[in-house]
């Protein structure tokens, strides 16, 4: 029992002692992921997060029915539940397909490529996820009238706001694509210097010709002296 104790308190000294250090090789070995997604525009990354919130909406209340008959309790409905169920996996497949894409981009494993822009990926998902979340919110209220009293819940209104976000974004990104080639299309091609040619200094003159100039210099005052004491 004492060896127990000792080796367990040898234990826990060792694991407080070495937290800093796996900490630190933790955060390391997934930095850079933090650094791939600042590298993603504001739009994508508006776009990524629009679409892990809706996977989290959808395990939310998307409905709330309070029974005619007031010896049965008030219950609630995910995106899950209901004659809308089918609708609410289609949501949740689109948005974890979007957000397998960017994690296929954060982790560099270039796993899926598309052959054609992502832009239209990303409108296409968000129209595709408004129109099916404002047919389920219908569907739900005709669905429930006939129970009792139905009110939609948090849920389903953060998971529209999350996809409208998320179309906006998209838009904003096609639109700062084409200002982009529009901008290096009329760029004048002198304005286009890389930066090692703008910051490049000239090369600096060798001993022998920094002795040349100078005596050549001195020669230049010594004719000019010459000429103005003979004037």
Known sequence: ????????????????????????LGVMKYAFLLKNFKSLSAE??????????????????????EPFDFLVPTYWHTAFSASSALMGVVVLFVSLSLVLFFVDKL????????PFSANYLFMGAGTIQIF?????????LLEGK???????????FAALIAQIAGLVSGYLEIQS????????F??????KMTPSAEVEEPPKPT?????????????TEQSKFDNQIES
């Not at 367990?8 to 800093?20: D, E, S, T, V």
């Not at 099916?132 to 739900?140: D, E, P, Q």
């Not at 009329?186 to 304005?191: G, L, W």
């Not at 001993?207 to 020669?219: C, M, Y």
């Open 44 to 65: 994508e990354q508006a776009i990524f997060s629009a679409h892990i919130l809706t996977l989290i909406f959808c395990f939310f209340p998307w409905r709330s029915v």
């Open 107 to 114: 982790l560099e494993t270039r796993k899926i490529h598309l």
């Open 146 to 156: 006939h129970i009792g009293n139905v009110e939609l819940r948090f849920g389903i």
């Open 1 to 24: 029992m004492i060896s127990c104790k000792f080796y367990g308190y040898n234990f826990f000294a060792f694991f407080c002692k070495n937290i800093p250090e796996v900490y630190y």
């Open 177 to 184: 694509q084409k200002k982009k080639k529009a901008r290096s």
């Open 132 to 140: 099916l979340i404002l047919l389920m919110a219908s569907v739900l």
């Open 186 to 191: 009329f760029q004048n091609p002198s304005e």
């Open 207 to 219: 001993p022998a010709q920094t002795n040349l100039i100078d005596e050549t210099k001195t020669k």
